[in-house]
C-alpha cells in the first residue's frame, strides 16, 4: 500500500472514547471516524447494536455520506444491515466485534454483494467470559444452587448432599480458543476433559488441555462418556441439529448440557424432553432455536434450566479486547500482511 494513502475507518457502534483513541494512535494514514450522536447508545456495557433511535433526516444524510467515504468499518451497521453493501461501495475491510458472523454475512449475501472486502471476527475475545460461564454452570448445578435460592426464598433448612467436579469427565464439542480455555479451567479443577474438533490430523490434545480428542465421525463414542457436554460450535449446514436425539441418549443418565455455540445446533424439542425424562440432568443455555426465546418455551419454567439471554459473552471489558485485536489487524492492514481471524464464507467460520 502507498506509504502516503490515507484510510478512512468509520466506527459503527458505541466504543469508549479511549479506545478511540488507541485506535486513532496506530497509524497517522488512518482518518478515524466517530460520531456517537449518530450512533445507537448503548443498554450495557460493550453493546453493540444498542437502542434503536431515529436519526434526523439531517443526522441520517450525515450518516450516509459518512458511509460511502469509508475503506474500513469497526463493527456491522446496526442500522444499515439490508442495504450497507450498496451504501458503502469502497468498504474493503470490516471488523466484527462477535465470533459467528458466518450465517450473518450469508443470509444477507454480503460475500456475494461486497467481493471485494474482507470480514474478520472476533474469534477469541470473548474465550474468558464463555468458559467462565460454564465452570459456574457446572458448579451451579452440583452444588444444588437452584434449590439453595428456594429454600432460603422460603426460609426452610435441609441439609442435603451435592457433588463434585473432580475425576469427572467434561466433553466438550468444537474445541477452538473457546474451548480450549473452557478446558483449561476445567482442568484446574481436576476434571478429565475429551474434546472433538473438525480436523485432529497431526493434533496432540495436550496442547489443547485435553486428555483425549476424537474425530468428528467418532461423535457417539466421546458423547457415551460425557457427564458434562459443552457445545461451542458454529452454526453450519454440518452442524445445524447434530445434538438430536439419538445423540441424547448416548449421553450417560444425569448429563449436564451446556450449550454457548448456536441454537440452531441442538434439536430443541428432543433436548426438552430428554430434561423432562431426566436423560439430561440439566442444562445450561445461552443460546436457543429462535432469540428472544418465546415466553411460551417450556424452558422458561425448567427447574433443570438455566436460561441465559444470549448474554454469557459479553464483558465489560470486552471492548478493550476487541480494539487489541482491531489493532494488531490495523498494523497486519496497513503493512500488507494477513489479517487474523478472517472469516470463510464457505466454512462460515
Same mark, same amino acid.
Given at each position: 500500500?502507498?506509504a502516503?494513502?490515507h484510510?478512512n475507518?468509520l ?13 486513532r494512535?496506530?497509524?497517522a ?6 460520531e456517537p ?36 468499518l469497526f ?15 469502497n468498504?474493503r475491510?470490516?471488523q466484527?466485534?462477535?465470533?459467528g ?39 451451579m ?20 448432599? +451435592?457433588?463434585d ?5 467434561? %466433553?466438550? =464439542?468444537g474445541?477452538? @480458543?473457546?474451548? $480450549?480455555?473452557v *478446558? ?20 496432540d ?9 476424537y ?8 458423547l ?7 457445545l ?11 445434538i ?15 450449550n454457548? +455455540?448456536?441454537?440452531a445446533?441442538?434439536?430443541?424439542? %428432543?433436548l =426438552?424432553?430428554?430434561? @423432562?425424562?431426566g $436423560?439430561?440432568? *440439566? ?5 436457543f432455536?429462535a ?5 411460551e418455551s417450556?424452558l422458561?419454567?425448567m427447574p433443570?434450566v438455566?436460561?441465559?439471554?444470549h ?17 494488531d ?17 464457505e466454512?462460515?467460520?
Amino acid at each position: 500500500m502507498p506509504a502516503n494513502e490515507h484510510y478512512n475507518l468509520l466506527i459503527t457502534s458505541y466504543l469508549e472514547s479511549e479506545y478511540v483513541q488507541r485506535i486513532r494512535a496506530v497509524d497517522a494514514r488512518l482518518q478515524v471516524i466517530y460520531e456517537p450522536a449518530l450512533l445507537q447508545p448503548p443498554r450495557y456495557a460493550a453493546d453493540h447494536v444498542g437502542r434503536p433511535t431515529k436519526r434526523s433526516a439531517e443526522q441520517e444524510a450525515q450518516w450516509q455520506q459518512l458511509l460511502g467515504q469509508a475503506d474500513i468499518l469497526f463493527d456491522f451497521d446496526p442500522t444499515h444491515r439490508e442495504d450497507l453493501p450498496e451504501l458503502a461501495p469502497n468498504v474493503r475491510w470490516i471488523q466484527a466485534t462477535s465470533a459467528g458472523i458466518g450465517q450473518f454475512v450469508k443470509g444477507r449475501q454480503y460475500d456475494a454483494r461486497m467481493p471485494q472486502t474482507q470480514f474478520t471476527t472476533a474469534s477469541g475475545v470473548h474465550a474468558v467470559p464463555l468458559a467462565e460461564f460454564c465452570i459456574m454452570a457446572m458448579l451451579m448445578f452440583n452444588k444444588g444452587l437452584p434449590r439453595m435460592v428456594a429454600d432460603q426464598q422460603r426460609k426452610h433448612w435441609e441439609r442435603y448432599a +451435592g457433588t463434585d467436579l473432580e475425576d469427572r469427565t467434561l %466433553a466438550i =464439542i468444537g474445541v477452538g @480458543r473457546v474451548g $480450549q480455555e473452557v *478446558a483449561r479451567l476445567a482442568q484446574a479443577f481436576g476434571m478429565r476433559v475429551i474434546g472433538t474438533k473438525r480436523s485432529v490430523a497431526g493434533v496432540d490434545p495436550a496442547a489443547l488441555s485435553l486428555d483425549r480428542l476424537y474425530a468428528p465421525e467418532e461423535l457417539h463414542d466421546l458423547l457415551r462418556e460425557a457427564e458434562y457436554l459443552v457445545l461451542i460450535t458454529p452454526h453450519t449446514p454440518a452442524t445445524e441439529q447434530m445434538i438430536g436425539p439419538a445423540e441424547l441418549a448416548a449421553l450417560p443418565r444425569g448429563a449436564v448440557l451446556i450449550n454457548i +455455540g448456536r441454537g440452531a445446533t441442538v434439536n430443541e424439542p %428432543a433436548l =426438552i424432553e430428554a430434561l @423432562r425424562s431426566g $436423560q439430561v440432568g *440439566a442444562a445450561a443455555l445461552d443460546v436457543f432455536a429462535a432469540e428472544p426465546l418465546p415466553p411460551e418455551s417450556p424452558l422458561w419454567g425448567m427447574p433443570n434450566v438455566l436460561v441465559s439471554p444470549h448474554s454469557a459473552s459479553t464483558s465489560d471489558r470486552e471492548n478493550e479486547r476487541i480494539t487489541e485485536l482491531f489493532c494488531d489487524n490495523l498494523r497486519r492492514y496497513l503493512a500488507d500482511e494477513p489479517l487474523l481471524n478472517v472469516l470463510n464464507t464457505e466454512t462460515l467460520y
